[in-house]
């Protein structure tokens, strides 16, 4: 998850977790033979009607203290042992700032062109490319997963800073306020309670697990149910100290991306180019090999041939900021990387740095100069859609997937340059066009 200066917390996908694409899975070596003794334990000692333990927090907050009162069968049901549940609940209260960034619905959004001129800086390609130099074991990494040291590089600078910014909050503290809040109470007790495994292992004290305020942990930025399922001790002291150990944290991210099916030797993506007149509403759409999009004019930008490896992978056609931006066509490796974080915005981050530190030129098309929307642009895009016809599968004003396609239909039906992209213009032309219609 992201810190809060980070640009991508007010993109639409603001939200997406690092990690949470994955669903929860079991710890894998950790605690669970004396998670179930524990649970049979408490079976046999406690009746069943009366509550185990003594109420587990008394923070004042009526509603925290009732959801921790409910919470604790869950998590002991889980396999929690009372003692580590008792003690780490002791004097727990929520935390008032993490129920704030919660809330927080930004007010424009910002383009997507302006994202990634912060994020793929000579500055930061430079910083990465000497962390590379300094972390000898990267090469190791890189031929164990398969993931390219570059690409490692490029999420370890997106994630945090390289290490630098990884939040400070007291993870259990964070899940256990979003969890209480009740907006995202099933993922956020799931998380909780993954973290109370963590404790309940002796992996980590409750003290090391440090992290953003929405869960996300250590320079890898996952959230526990990813480090129990994930993390990995690259470095052989016994620990997957994703937070100490910049190799530890290299390889599980690198572990993250091949479990997210990264595809070794091939690339992410490649900068295109198209004919003119070309049909725009085939972006987000058809994944084809590069030979099928060839035949309908779609060249790499850079006039070199497609490596073999590439030229035989799916590709799918974006123009992330409209027609008139930069286009790619994005091979499965692009997918991957949205498994670690589900944003377009955030894998264009990470494999364009990787394309950069790789020694790559920049992209030959420059990212046009975009209008920030308002949320209120957005949603009257959303209604007038909706008023016309065209679903875009809710009016949340979160310009995603469906508002895309919603758009490209309607803009195609118009006879309008079918890129999905949602610009001033196209919301002026929405509005216009939904108040001249009869009211259905
Ligand atoms: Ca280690």
């Known amino acids: 998850?992201?810190?809060?200066?980070?640009?991508?917390r007010v993109l639409p996908a603001f939200l997406a977790l690092a990690g949470c694409a994955s669903p929860a899975v079991p710890p894998p070596t950790v605690a669970l033979p004396a998670a179930t003794a524990a649970v049979a334990a408490i079976e046999a000692a406690v009746p069943a009607a009366q509550p185990p333990i003594a109420p587990p927090t008394a923070s004042g907050d009526m509603i925290f203290d009732a959801w921790a009162s409910e919470f604790q069968g869950r998590a002991l049901a889980a396999g929690i042992q009372p003692d580590v549940l008792a003690r780490e609940m002791a004097g727990l209260t929520p935390d008032p700032r993490v129920g704030a960034l919660d809330s927080r619905q930004p007010e424009f959004s910002k383009p997507i062109g302006d994202y990634l001129r912060g994020v793929v800086t000579n500055d930061r390609i430079a910083v990465g490319a000497r962390r590379a130099a300094d972390t000898p074991m990267i090469a190791d990494i890189e031929s164990r997963f398969g993931v390219p040291r570059q690409v490692l590089i490029?999420?370890?600078?997106?994630?945090?800073g390289f290490g630098a910014i990884q939040g400070d909050n007291d993870t259990l503290r964070s899940l256990a306020t979003l969890?209480?809040?009740?907006?995202?109470?099933?993922?956020?007790?799931g998380e909780l309670i993954a973290t109370l495994q963590i404790i309940q292992s002796g992996e980590f004290p409750r003290a090391r697990?440090?992290?953003s305020w929405a869960g996300a942990m250590g320079q890898t930025q996952f959230i526990p149910s990813t480090f129990l399922s994930t993390a990995v001790d690259e470095d052989g002291d016994g620990k997957r100290d994703i937070w100490g150990s910049s190799t530890d944290a290299?390889?599980?991210?690198?572990?993250?991306?091949?479990?997210?099916?990264?595809?070794?030797g091939q690339g992410w993506a490649r900068e295109v180019t198209v004919p003119p007149g070309f049909d725009f509403s085939l972006t987000e759409g058809p994944r084809e090999i590069p030979a099928w999009w060839a035949a309908k004019g779609v060249k790499p930008a850079d006039g070199k041939e497609w490596s073999y490896n590439d030229s035989e992978a799916p590709a799918q056609l974006i123009a992330p900021a409209g027609a008139n931006g930069?286009?790619?066509?994005?091979?499965?490796?692009?997918?991957?990387?949205?498994?670690?974080?589900?944003s377009i915005a955030y894998a264009l981050g990470v494999g364009l740095l990787a394309d950069r530190?790789?020694?790559?030129a920049p992209l030959s098309k420059p990212w046009p100069q975009e209008t920030s929307l308002s949320l209120v642009d957005r949603m009257t895009a959303q209604r007038a859609l909706t008023a016309l016809g065209f679903d875009p599968g809710g009016l949340d004003g979160v310009v995603g997937m469906g508002t895309r396609k919603a758009l490209r239909e309607w803009q195609k039906a118009r006879g309008?340059?079918?890129?999905?992209?949602?610009s001033p213009d196209m919301v002026a032309r929405l509005k216009t066009e939904a108040a001249a219609a009869p009211a259905s």
Do not use: C
Request: no cysteine.
């Open 1 to 8: 998850m992201r810190r809060p200066s980070k640009p991508s």
């Open 154 to 160: 490029g999420v370890w600078a997106m994630e945090s």
């Open 179 to 189: 969890a209480a809040q009740g907006r995202r109470r099933a993922w956020a007790e």
């Open 209 to 211: 697990l440090r992290g």
């Open 250 to 264: 290299l390889a599980s991210a690198a572990n993250l991306l091949a479990k997210g099916g990264w595809v070794r």
């Open 326 to 342: 930069p286009l790619f066509l994005l091979l499965p490796n692009h997918f991957a990387i949205r498994k670690y974080n589900n």
């Open 357 to 360: 530190l790789a020694g790559g």
């Open 416 to 422: 309008l340059t079918a890129d999905g992209y949602l």
